[in-house]
């Protein structure tokens, strides 16, 4: 007799008790699987779940429309996604033999079923990782199955906010475990936040992140929009690592996006979201690419035929920076482009080449602002990261200008790593909005003063800082002395009153 969809007895809950079930699941690879690896398992499974229970969802709903007409609850019409007979999670989860390949062979038919949506999402996680016995055993994958089995997944029981929310706080925890590679697939969401607040971008736009990693600022970019329904079609993104690629297909899925397109590649090589024989263009332009990545194509570089190297060509040695910046303008609309792409700071002050590139850049006058954040902020590096935002059409009053901002100190301290909170967002945010000069935070300078500070863009160059006047040395010792004359007074005076107190 089949085995049925254990009821859940909790009640619906927040992300972050979602989460705590979810990485439950992680407790049971512990040991065969390395931490680093969790992902690799839990993030298909997930998806494999939520899938499921949501066609069953849809199936319970069309029965009671049609009077219970089975036939007409098939109907591919009454589905999002198709799920292949023999493939779904229910029949997996009767399997007792060769349980890692049946799942295996169960999402990849549920793939091929789904060749415009799911193709390529589920089975980029290695087969072998599933198969390999030696090191999960039919007993363990399981228990894994049994665990996420406890509770429904559907978006009656957790709508797609609360799902891909729980989900972010989970790739968090990921990138906590595994430092080293976090920052290919993780941003913290308040520095998310504060980029797409600065593009304010509007239901009808389009909206474009080059190394979307595991697409955190696009999910931004549509809850900013409040999932407008002219949010479809209007999403895109390239990601070069396989794996984050499609955990950024199924975190738009999760969060109830619909009809993007995430390309896997390599941006910067070969681009793949193109219009008319060159990079496509959009309304925002949003990034954190990987800090000064060596190696990255500077002969391709060189005679890239989108045109891409408006400002020059930076080094292999040097890295990627200046080469994600070019491509991220070359693909700004024109009037209405604008874009914010996190960097580390080096960008603001290295010489050389980077030096001649950043000179070109800012004659342009498409720079808007430079914001510089604290430092321990990202996770997988130490050093300090800034934010460029750039304009097609700046307002008027902006136009050759440039707002220094210098958020160093507006983070939250942490031990081990520093937190840029919602509040500390909101803040730098509003200094953006005011676009003025303001003592030890901000100051607008003219190109031609960044001219003549010889092209360096960073602010603490220009902000004006509070200095306490100093005394002379002179004025500090007469203070000194007549102060130590006051408690001699007031030591020969105590004296005498205790003298005369004894005397009575």
């Keep these: 007799m089949a085995k049925q969809q254990t009821k859940d007895v909790q009640e619906m809950g927040t992300p972050r008790e979602l989460y705590n079930f979810l990485f439950e699941a992680c407790n049971i690879l512990r040991g065969p699987v390395s931490q680093d690896n969790f992902k690799d398992y839990i993030t298909p499974l997930l998806y ?99 665990h996420m089995s406890k509770r429904k997944l559907g978006n009656k029981d957790y709508p797609n906010d609360l799902m891909g929310d729980a989900y972010e706080i989970m790739l968090k925890k990921f990138a906590d475990d595994s430092k080293a590679q976090a920052g290919e697939f993780y941003t913290p969401r308040a520095v998310v936040r504060l980029l797409v607040d600065i593009l304010d971008p509007q239901p009808g736009e389009t909206v474009y992140d080059p190394a979307c990693g595991s697409g955190g600022m696009l999910i931004e970019s549509v809850r900013h929009m409040k999932n407008d329904a002219l949010c479809c079609g209007s999403i895109f993104g390239q990601e070069k690592n396989v794996t984050n690629a499609a955990i950024a297909k199924m975190n738009l899925f999760l969060h109830g996006a619909s009809d993007f397109n995430i390309m896997q590649g390599d941006t910067l090589r070969e681009p793949k979201i193109l219009q008319g024989g060159t990079v496509a263009k959009f309304d ?161 300078v003219t190109l031609k003063e960044i001219e003549d500070a010889g092209y360096v863009l960073s602010p603490n160059r220009y902000v004006q800082y509070h200095k306490e006047e100093q005394e002379s040395y002179e004025d500090v010792r007469a203070r000194f002395m007549a102060a130590c004359d006051e408690v001699r007074d007031a030591e020969a005076a105590f004296n005498l009153l205790m003298v005369r107190s004894a005397l009575q």
């Design 284 to 444: 925002c332009v949003i990034a954190n690419p990987p800090f000064s990545l060596k190696r990255w194509g500077e002969k391709e570089w060189m005679n890239d035929k989108y045109g891409r190297n408006i400002w020059g060509t930076p080094t292999d040695d040097t890295g990627a920076d200046f080469a994600w910046i070019q491509h991220m303008v070359q693909s700004m609309k024109p009037g209405t482009g604008r874009m914010a792409v996190v960097m580390p700071q080096g960008v603001l002050f290295r010489g050389n080449v980077e030096g001649k590139i950043r000179e070109a850049m800012i004659q342009t006058d498409l720079l808007e602002a430079v914001i510089t954040l604290g430092e321990k902020l990202f996770f997988g590096t130490q050093l300090s990261p800034c934010v460029l935002v750039f304009r097609r059409h700046k307002p008027a009053e902006h136009s050759a200008r440039v707002l220094m901002i210098d958020a160093s100190k507006i983070l939250t301290v942490r031990r081990a790593q520093n937190e840029l909170t919602n509040e500390n967002a909101d803040e730098i945010y509003q200094h953006y909005l005011d676009y003025t000069d303001k003592e030890d935070i901000s100051r607008v």
């Design 48 to 146: 494999y779940k939520r899938l499921s229970d949501v066609y069953d969802e849809e199936t319970a709903e069309a029965l009671e429309e049609s009077g219970g007409d089975a036939e007409y609850a098939a109907l591919p019409e009454q589905h999002r996604f198709d799920i292949p007979e023999g493939c779904h999670w229910q029949d997996v989860r009767e399997r007792t033999e060769n349980v890692g390949a049946a799942l295996v062979g169960a999402m990849r038919q549920i793939e091929l079923a789904n060749p415009d949506t799911l193709y390529g999402v589920l089975s980029i996680f290695s087969a072998q990782k599933w198969t390999d016995k030696r090191v999960l055993t039919d007993e363990r994958i399981t228990a894994l199955i049994e």
